[in-house]
């Protein structure tokens, strides 16, 4: 049954719309619709009176459908439906017509052509609007489990408050250890901690929660299902090595006669090719990498046929035979498991653009390397134990230049952001080379320094007073190798003269970027992301942690490049957002769906190849294509492309759209 | 420039003939963004010299900047605050070799090189002589490049 | 007879680099190709307006891709070779020019009522794409009779061979395109941080000084990473780097010469061919014949 007694509520906004909408002028005019039982006009629907007026109106005038005409239904759609509803109307018998976003703010110039505009919009909305039905929620049951992709420190805060809290949750992390890109630090700006100290005890509750189910080596193989109910395939990577066995002795690195980059490291030291990820890795377990292990290699060439084993060679096998609990079997044991979660917090953090990717600044040269790279050298606990060497000849610096902003602010070769951390991390490394090598040259070139946090630029005034390190304001331009030295070429623009200093060692704070493959993770999750491979949340300032699909949050450096402050705080919030959803036996589900109508349906399937979430099947007996609602997130590129209209989006009717757009298309 | 002859632009800006406080203080008249003249720059270049944030890779990066008397990246600060004045009167858009190699790194994409052509232009296109090419040295060795090259750009 | 294919000498080969146009018509002869030269081809310009506002320097080379048309469809092949940096440069920049702005084009159409439109489908290369992409390195392998083994050589490409973007024949910061004809022809090539460098180009004429300061700079580094030779493809940079040696050793006493070659030449010595008549050494400032004496 059509409406006809329709509630029209025109919002001023402030000045925002009345500053261009004559509102008055538009309240008539609706008025004058038969199906218009009250038109009238408030300074601020959103607010708690204007909520009231359309309550007691709904009471009041016995409404059934109501229209507010304000801004976009992203920000009061949700208000304006629980005060009709509060009212007793059926809340999706509420429209929104948005005459802010739509007619006031692009019409400002010119107030009449906008007033019409919004009497349009305002009767396209009540055209809509008059077919559509009272629906109620879909209630649909939730796994009280979450799942945590990204074992960096984001990710283990997101994961220890979740258990905490009592909930099951899977950690999964694609390396060997947890600990993520903290774990690689020097020490951390701006209290100079050192990361690994503050780290591992989280990481060592991580690994002995009960609440917390650990894949490390391990990835997302699929995704299926929605808020409350996802199904999870989680690859474990072979690692040829029975970790239930092994004890993390480390024995078998010590024989192993094969050397190759380490990754951890960033190919600042070597491992062997059976190798534990560092160590004070979690778990403390040993894995071989097969592609460079002489035993796994010859096997797969065996097996592949292209050689052909002679009788009683003796392949390889030290790292077995010295292995007490006999954890080395050498056998692929890649597994993929399934687990249903309620919740998916990611948490895959960044990465920082390579040295080489600057040739001008002589990324290609062995000494000159990128932020992350130098953070090994300069951490106690790595290759060099703290005290910077090159890597071409093992020689202390008695110089080093710092490169600032490298492919950051860099639309044309890099990206168009400021990487955020870069100014901080550089003053910092500044200063510990300073204190490692207290007569060694430092000169820090940058652009602006950005230093923006609590304590921050404190931090910046003690390299400056404290610590003797050089700034230099300007960008250099090329780095070249002349003799011995890296020759820098740069700038300062204050004194407005060319700089050159020769330098022993380089570091190029690079710009940082999306985790590599995280792309492909968040099409498995059908979450949006950039060009540069960061998630996108739902709002910027207000949902920094939502992504637009249900039950699926972000948190730390994955969403943009953050400190660890920051990247804490992030983890701990999405961890309370999951918690939220988590704590409901039920969850609401909007019920504007797709519909069939099984009457006309022809079974084309042309609807199930459309649908993103894989929600349509085609019943094999009736021959009519049949939606499941939990997975229907009610897009409507179904609707859009069924040649008979027999699947349609619930209150979304081709009928009422057509009679919308009716209205706005007449000439004005 | 030893033994060849050139035209010295206008009036050359070298420091020491400076009287006190006539290169230290700048007293903005107009907004810069409505100057007539960056306008014109703006045009003949086609590029939009407001977006130089100056990071200064420009002069880093330029084989020049060391004969030069304004760095490139200040030739930007000086149009952001409409002094094309000092421009006009400056060594350095003679000076500029047109390499591109600030128009290639510059991180926003501007061509630092058609602005220095611009402001070499609003000269030029006044019938101004940079050099003589009556006079040149040279001449029977100079590949003809250079010559073509050189009048291109200094002669209107 | 070798495969046709049009040739843009420029001025300057006609004149002082005679060297650069014979070795490079010699050498491709061996390869298989007859350079021929564009009938009634004009001056390049040089150096490439960067007016906004301005076609003036367009035009002449649109002439030149006009006649390169027309002279094209007569042999059938739209391939147009220059070998030296500034005629590449702006050859290949006014036809990209007039292809986006095809306003332009246009203008420039109606101007030139006298020939036909220019319908844009010259490829200009240059001579170093042409050996890389249509010859091969392999071929040009086969064809070497004097590798330059022990030779170092500093591969130098100036400016107009790699910028701006989209004339760049290689990546504009690291390219490695001559490399890999040294190379080829057997030579030991030495990474020379400064191969992408301005030389300082037509400031030749009235600040000779400042390019001498440059030449200083360039042939110091590439004696520092222990060159021989620099060989390069533009004879502005050649005349630079070559004859302001003289000032730069006037002003500094640390100076050591360096003989410039064109790549050509190299290219002629490895096919054998090693007369005057290619090489004209007599062209160059500072003599390179002690230094190449092993491979003559
Ligand atoms: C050179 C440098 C110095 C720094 N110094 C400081 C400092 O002094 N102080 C400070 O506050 N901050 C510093 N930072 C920033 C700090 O590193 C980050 O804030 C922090 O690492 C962010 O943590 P995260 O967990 O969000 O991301 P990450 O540390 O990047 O962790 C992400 C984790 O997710 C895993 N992962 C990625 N993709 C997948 C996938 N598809 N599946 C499963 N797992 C995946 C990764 O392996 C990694 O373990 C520095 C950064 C750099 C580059
Ligand atoms: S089999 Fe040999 S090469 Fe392979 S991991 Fe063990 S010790 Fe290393
Ligand atoms: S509306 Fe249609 S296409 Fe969209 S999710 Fe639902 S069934 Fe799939
Ligand atoms: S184009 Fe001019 S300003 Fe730019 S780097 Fe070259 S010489 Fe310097
Ligand atoms: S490189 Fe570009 S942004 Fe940087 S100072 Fe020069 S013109 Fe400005």
Redesign the pocket.
């Known amino acids: 049954m059509a409406m006809k007694r329709i509630g029209v509520f025109i919002c001023h906004c402030g000045r925002n719309i009345a500053g261009t909408v004559d509102v008055k002028k538009v309240a008539e005019e609706i008025g004058k619709r038969e199906d218009v039982a009250l038109a009238t006009t408030y300074i601020f629907m959103c607010s708690e009176p204007g909520q009231k007026l359309i309550e007691e109106s709904v009471k009041k005038y016995n409404l059934d459908g109501v229209v507010v005409a304000n801004c976009s239904p992203t920000l009061h759609e949700k208000t304006m439906r629980n005060a009709a509803a509060r009212g007793g109307l059926n809340p999706y018998r509420v429209e929104i017509a948005n005459i802010r976003e739509w007619a006031a703010w692009p019409h400002e110039d010119n107030p009449e052509a906008a007033t019409r505009k919004a009497i349009r919009i305002i009767n396209a909305t009540i055209e809509k609007l008059k077919a559509n039905a009272s629906l109620e929620p879909i209630e649909v049951p939730v796994v009280r489990r979450a799942l945590v992709?990204?074992?960096?420190?984001?990710?283990?805060q997101a994961a220890l408050d979740l258990a905490d809290a009592g909930i099951e949750t899977i950690l999964?992390?694609?390396?060997p250890s947890?600990?993520?890109?903290?774990f690689r630090?020097s020490?951390?700006?701006p209290t100079l901690d050192c990361p690994q100290c503050i780290l591992t005890p989280k990481m060592n509750d991580v690994a002995q929660h009960p609440n917390i189910k650990l894949y490390t080596y391990?990835?997302?193989e699929s995704v299926e299902g929605f808020m409350g109910n996802f199904k999870v395939k989680i690859r474990k990577k072979a690692t040829y090595v029975d970790w239930d066995k092994c004890t993390g002795c480390g024995e078998c690195l010590r024989v192993c006669p094969i050397n190759v980059d380490s990754e951890f490291d960033l190919r600042m030291a070597k491992r062997k090719a059976i190798y534990i990820a560092n160590e004070q890795a979690v778990p403390l377990k040993a894995l071989i990498d097969e592609n460079t292990c002489i035993r796994l290699q010859f096997e797969k060439k065996v097996k592949e046929g292209k050689i052909k084993p002679k009788k009683n060679v003796k392949i390889c096998s030290k790292c077995a035979d010295v292995c007490e609990p006999n954890a080395i079997h050498f056998q692929n044991n890649e597994e993929i498991v399934e687990e249903e979660v309620g919740s998916i917090i990611v948490?895959?953090?960044?990465?920082?653009m390579p040295a080489e990717a600057f040739p001008e600044l002589g990324g290609k040269y062995p000494d000159v390397l990128n932020?992350?790279q130098?953070?090994r050298l300069l951490a106690p606990s790595g290759p060099t134990a703290g005290i910077p060497r090159r890597p071409s000849d093992g020689k202390v610096p008695e110089s080093i230049a710092f490169v600032h902003c490298v492919g950051s602010r860099d639309p044309q070769s890099g990206v168009p952001y400021c990487s955020r951390?870069c100014c901080?991390?550089t003053i910092?490394q500044a200063m510990l080379v300073k204190h490692a090598l207290p007569s060694t040259a430092v000169y820090d070139f940058y652009i602006d320094i950005r230093s923006n946090g609590k304590g921050y630029e404190e931090f910046y005034h003690r390299a400056k007073e404290e610590y003797g390190v050089n700034f230099i304001r300007g960008k250099v331009s090329k780095i070249y190798k002349v003799g011995d030295k890296y020759r820098v070429q740069g700038v300062d623009t204050l004194t407005g003269r060319i700089v050159e200093v020769d330098v022993d060692m380089v570091i190029l704070a690079t710009a940082?970027k999306g985790?590599?493959?995280?792309k492909d993770?968040a099409k498995k999750l059908r979450i949006p992301y950039d060009e540069w491979g960061w998630l996108k949340e739902t709002h910027l300032k207000l949902k920094p942690l939502e992504t637009p699909v249900g039950g699926v949050f972000i948190?730390?450096?994955?969403q943009f490049?953050?400190?660890?402050?920051?990247?804490v705080s992030q983890?701990s919030g999405a961890a309370a957002k999951a918690m939220a959803l988590l704590s409901k036996p039920q969850l609401e589900k909007e019920p504007l769906l797709a519909k069939v109508d099984p009457e006309i349906c022809a079974g084309c399937g042309r609807c199930k190849d459309q649908c993103a979430y894989g929600a349509i099947s085609i019943d094999p007996v009736r021959h009519v294509a049949v939606v499941n609602e939990a997975l229907c997130e009610g897009c409507g590129a179904c609707s859009a492309n069924c040649p008979t209209t027999a699947i349609q989006v619930v209150n979304f009717k081709k009928g009422q759209i057509i009679r919308a757009v009716d209205v706005l298309a007449e000439v004005f | 420039m030893g033994a060849c002859k050139v035209h010295i632009p206008i009036k050359s800006i070298s420091i020491q003939n400076l009287k006190v406080g006539e290169m230290m203080k700048y007293t903005i008249k107009k907004d810069p963004h409505k100057d007539e003249r960056v306008q014109e720059i703006i045009d003949i270049s086609g590029q939009n010299i407001f977006s130089c944030y100056q990071c200064g890779r420009c002069s880093s990066g330029c084989p020049m900047a060391e004969f030069m008397d304004i760095l490139p990246n200040q030739v930007f600060m000086f149009l952001q605050e409409g002094d094309v004045d000092t421009l006009l009167q400056a060594k350095t858009p003679w000076i500029c070799a047109a390499c591109f190699t600030c128009t290639v790194r510059c991180p926003v994409g501007l061509d630092l090189a058609a602005v220095m052509e611009a402001i070499r232009e609003l000269q030029l296109r006044k019938n101004y002589d940079y050099v003589d090419p009556y006079n040149v040295e040279e001449r029977d060795i100079l590949p003809p490049i250079a010559l073509v090259s050189n009048f291109r750009k200094f002669t209107p | 007879m070798g495969k046709k294919i049009m040739f843009y000498p420029g001025c300057t080969l006609k004149g002082v680099a005679k060297n650069l146009e014979d070795s490079t018509i010699e050498s491709a002869r061996i390869l298989g190709y007859d350079f021929v030269e564009l009938p009634n081809w004009t001056c390049c310009g040089a150096v490439y307006g960067l007016a906004q506002d301005s076609v003036k320097f367009t035009i002449a080379n649109v002439r030149n891709l006009i006649k390169a048309q027309q002279y094209g469809k007569e042999i059938g092949d739209n391939r147009l070779v220059a070998v030296c940096s500034m005629c590449y440069n702006n050859l290949r920049r006014a036809h990209i020019d007039v292809m986006k702005n095809r306003d332009k084009l246009h203008t420039l159409n109606i101007f030139m009522d006298e020939e036909p439109d220019y319908e844009g489908n010259i490829n200009v290369l240059h001579y170093l794409q042409f050996l890389k992409d249509d010859v091969g390195f392999d071929n040009i392998a086969k064809k070497v009779k004097t590798p330059l083994k022990g030779l170092k050589v500093a591969p130098y490409y100036g400016c107009l061979l790699l910028r701006p973007d989209e004339v760049a024949i290689d990546d504009r910061e690291d390219p490695h395109i001559m490399e890999n004809l040294l190379k080829t022809l057997g030579a030991e090539v030495v990474d020379y941080p400064l191969k992408n460098e301005c030389c300082g180009s037509y400031h030749t004429v009235d600040k000779r000084e400042y390019v001498a300061e440059r030449t200083y700079k360039l042939v110091s580094i590439a004696k520092e990473v222990g060159a021989d030779v620099i060989a390069t493809s533009c004879p502005l940079c050649f005349f630079n780097l070559d004859r302001r040696q003289e000032i730069a050793k006037q002003k500094h006493g640390d100076f050591e010469h360096m003989p410039i070659v064109y790549f050509t030449q190299l290219m002629a010595i490895a096919f054998g061919l090693k007369s005057e008549d290619v090489l004209h050494f007599d062209r160059h400032y500072i003599s390179p014949r002690e230094v190449l004496a092993p491979w003559l």
Do not use: H
Not at chain 1, 561 to 567: E, L, P, W
């Open positions: 992709i990204g074992g960096g420190v984001a990710g283990i999964v992390e694609r390396e947890i600990g993520g890109n903290m630090l020490e951390t700006f391990s990835e997302v948490a895959t953090g960044f990465e920082v932020s992350l130098f953070e951390i901080m991390y910092k940082a985790s590599e493959g995280v993770l948190a730390g450096a994955a490049v953050k400190d660890i402050t920051d990247s983890g």
